[in-house]
């Protein structure tokens, strides 16, 4: 193993002008043993003393002071200067390795920029996007919840609305279940026109008069009606006509007189009640077209202005009316209820029969209402143009009605007297209806096919009649109740 070469002699095999200078291979600095030898002196130097990391950098690129003139001190002890072609390649080699030591530093540090600089561009995009994620979980979150406050509000009015028809309901069915009934004592007990054996019942006079009107607030004035107030419209027709007349009350007069034998006063009595009820409506309607002209004739700048704006008068306050309304429906139900409980042991019959129907009319037309909207659906779909939900409130009324005259042979008593003949009058009064039946009849009249308001009048008559005569007069004459 070769020993290791002193500092001195390679120094001084650096400076020699013989055989070393003369072979490459053997020249210290051609053989790197020069750049060994300046790498060991800054060693030494650095472990002397510690230095700054600006001064390792500078140290690193460019020999210390001390360093070069310890080297030149060194150099110049043992050797003068060296030739020209070895200074020549020491500054060659020195400057290739300064070149090298820059280029690295240049590298790192454009390395260095570049990893920052990219560090610092995904911060921002990362920043960026975590924005944009809140953003849009913010504009999600707004819009679910202004989504539901608004279906909240949807669902509250349209649970203020249906109040707010059924409190209208309410209150004209109780108004036309006292009409029906002053009407009744009117021609019956004051003027004698009506009479129960006859085909001039009790209720034909109601049926007229209901009928009539209901040309006015169910075809003529609709729609200005409706202009004002939906409810409004609804309470009119469906519930102060539709409770004024009854169907139950017409058939059942006509299943008694059949009962005892009446067969062709039984008979006439549906055919004059259809004719007389239909003749009021087209009465009605004619009346109520006449009023238009010479309204239209008196106020023709009011007639103009409502053409081009029907719905000037649409009330803007639904809330305040729908709270109204349904304040004076249960302040008129808890006056007549505690009406009948004062005066129910002092009063006549008649009257505390009078304030119980009045309590038990208004669930009679809430029935009827939404009976209608099985019109056209369901199993209904193959009829569209049958008025099934009219149809069934009829029916409905009738046979309820032809059970409850059948209970009063049976149930002798006052009280029981009192709550059939109530329920009679006011909740199977007030399912039943001729208004809309009649009104109905006339709209398939007016249409491309007449016959099905034919149809649909005879199946509603002869239904109706084989009912009251199952459910009352069957059952009456097993029991010899009626004689035929």
Avoid at 3 to 28: H, Q
Avoid at 199 to 223: C, H, T
Avoid at 301 to 323: L, T
Avoid at 402 to 414: C, G, H, K, P, S
């Amino acid at each position: 193993m070769e020993e290791e070469k002193s500092d001195d002699e390679i120094i001084a095999r650096s400076g020699e002008s013989g055989l070393y200078g003369k072979s490459e291979e053997l020249d210290p600095w051609s053989t790197g043993e020069i750049k060994h030898l300046k790498t060991k002196w800054l060693q030494q130097e650095l472990e002397e003393r510690v230095p700054s990391d600006k001064e390792l950098e500078e140290s690193t690129l460019i020999p210390s002071t001390s360093g070069r003139r310890s080297y030149s001190r060194r150099l110049s002890s043992s050797t003068r200067s060296p030739p020209r072609s070895l200074t020549s390649s020491r500054r060659h080699s020195m400057d290739r390795h300064e070149n090298d030591l820059r280029v690295e530093e240049h590298t790192i540090s454009n390395v260095s920029d570049a990893n920052l600089s990219s560090r610092r561009h995904s911060m921002d995009i990362h920043e960026n996007d975590m924005q944009m994620e809140e953003r849009t979980l913010s504009n999600i979150s707004d819009a679910d919840l202004s989504h539901e406050v608004k279906d909240k509000q949807d669902k509250q009015q349209e649970l203020i609305e249906y109040i707010d028809i059924l409190a209208h309901l309410a209150l004209f069915g109780i108004i036309g279940v006292l009409i029906r009934y002053g009407l009744e004592v009117l021609f019956d007990d004051v003027l004698s026109v009506t009479h129960e054996l006859t085909i001039v019942y009790r209720d034909l006079p109601a049926n007229i008069v209901g009928s009539f009107f209901m040309g006015w607030v169910g075809i003529v004035f609709k729609e200005h009606i409706r202009s004002l107030s939906e409810p409004l419209a609804i309470g009119l027709s469906t519930g102060l006509m539709g409770s004024i007349t009854t169907y139950a009350g017409w058939n059942q007069k006509m299943a008694e007189l059949l009962a005892k034998g009446n067969v062709a006063a039984s008979i006439s009595g549906l055919l004059l009640g259809m004719s007389a009820a239909a003749t009021s409506l087209i009465a009605g309607i004619d009346s109520a077209k006449g009023l238009q002209i010479i309204f239209a004739k008196l106020f023709p700048k009011m007639n103009k202005s409502g053409q081009e704006n029907p719905k000037q008068f649409q009330v803007k306050v639904q809330h305040g009316i729908a709270r109204l309304t349904a304040t004076l429906v249960i302040a008129t139900c808890t006056c007549g209820a505690a009406l009948f409980l004062l005066i129910g042991g002092h009063s006549s019959l008649d009257l505390r029969i009078l304030w119980l129907a009045a309590l038990v009319g208004p669930p009679g037309v809430w029935l009827r209402w939404h009976l209608a909207r099985f019109n056209g659906r369901g199993i209904f779909r193959k009829f569209k143009w049958l008025p099934v939900g009219t149809l069934l409130a009829n029916l409905l009324g009738a046979s309820l009605n032809a059970i409850l005259a059948f209970l009063e042979f049976v149930m002798t008593n006052d009280n029981a007297a009192m709550v059939l003949a109530g329920l009679q009058l006011g909740f199977v009064g007030c399912l039943s209806t001729v208004s809309t039946f009649v009104a109905e009849v006339y709209t398939m009249h007016v249409g491309r096919n007449k016959s099905r308001s034919y149809t649909y009048t005879f199946l509603t008559l002869i239904l109706g009649l084989i009912l009251s005569i199952f459910l009352y007069s069957i059952p009456s004459w097993k029991l010899q109740y009626v004689k035929w």
